[in-house]
């Protein structure tokens, strides 16, 4: 199973917001990481056949999405970034229209929908309204209507936004399960949601993909580029100036551990780290630019 984006890219007027994308998907969890307006929902639609392209294919197994219709949609789940609840509807009665939606077999509907909503403990809210329910449990609905159809192919736009922690590591593996022998393409601009369950990545920014690999591969770029170090506390102003200081922990006696992204050691006691995905990303994309991609 492949999903093949040939040389994709869409305008809108004089804004390139996805510029000649290749990329082919095979099956396993791949992270899309970047920075806002770096183009991840603009891709993601067009995957999604939401949004039509300016130029370019996307192919499943060799035939263009675009005229599968009814067929592409019925092995395919889509999370979008900013989901249009019917927001009077009980989670139980929304997720049993989409499942209608869907073709989903009504006999099986009943059993799919309660194992889905105890997997992602939504048993409790069944009966609430999905206007009653808190930001992370309306994404848990969202999640929850993406997979009903046990899609072959799941795309997710900031899934794990406003989940708190303990979600965030349900969800993760609860995908890194479902994710078995599917196609699961995950936006994310919280790396650490990925890092551990993503097979690739692909990093994109300004409409292009940058690069892709697995995290060990990618953070290769890092390697000597990431230092911790101990300051004292009433120096970290002046760090925090000269430095990209990207973590920083109390330490006892009104000291500070650091870790810091530089070509070389900037501060003398500074120890190479090893680095993860998360300083690939700063290294790349500097906080300076984040929202900035747009401009
Ligand atoms: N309908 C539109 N009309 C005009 N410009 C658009 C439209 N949709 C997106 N853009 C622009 O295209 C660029 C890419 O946007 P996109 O939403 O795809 O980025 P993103 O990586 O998903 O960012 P975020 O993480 O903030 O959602 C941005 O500069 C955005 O302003």
Not at 1 to 16: A, G, N, P, R, V
Not at 30 to 54: E, S
Request: hydrophobic residues 40%; contains cysteine.
């Amino acid at each position: 199973m492949e999903l093949t984006i040939e040389h994709l890219s869409k305008q809108f007027k004089d804004k390139t917001a996805v510029d000649d994308v290749c990329l082919s998907l095979t099956p396993g969890v791949w992270g899309l990481i970047g920075a806002n307006g770096a183009g991840k929902t603009t891709l993601m639609l067009m995957i999604a056949d939401i949004m039509k392209p300016t130029s370019g294919r996307v192919l499943y197994d060799g035939k263009n999405i675009h005229t599968m219709g009814e067929e592409y949609r019925n092995l395919f789940g889509f999370l979008p970034q900013e989901f249009g609840f019917f927001h009077d509807f009980t989670v139980k009665d929304y997720l049993e229209y989409v499942a209608a939606l869907k073709d989903v077999p009504t006999k099986t509907t009943r059993k799919k929908i309660d194992s889905l909503l105890d997997t992602l403990t939504l048993s409790d809210a069944k009966n609430k309204k999905i206007v009653k329910l808190s930001g992370g449990m309306r994404r848990r609905v969202g999640i929850a209507q993406a997979v009903l159809n046990d899609p072959k192919i799941l795309v997710m736009d900031e899934p794990t936004a406003g989940l708190d922690p303990g979600e965030r590591v349900r969800f993760r593996n609860f995908i890194s399960e479902f994710s078995h022998s599917r196609i699961v393409l995950i936006s994310t601009h919280i790396v650490s949601d990925i890092e551990y369950i993503a097979t690739q990545n692909a990093i994109m920014k300004a409409g292009k993909i940058l690069d892709v690999g697995t995290t060990d591969e990618l953070v290769k770029q890092v390697v000597g580029k990431v230092w911790t170090c101990i300051v004292p506390a009433d120096k970290l102003p002046m760090y925090e100036m000269q430095l990209r200081i990207i973590n920083q922990r109390g330490e006892d006696n009104n000291q500070v551990s650091i870790r810091y992204l530089a070509d070389e050691p900037k501060v003398s006691n500074s120890v190479m780290a090893s680095p993860r995905l998360e300083d690939l990303y700063l290294w790349l994309f500097p906080q300076d630019d984040i929202g900035k991609e747009e401009k």
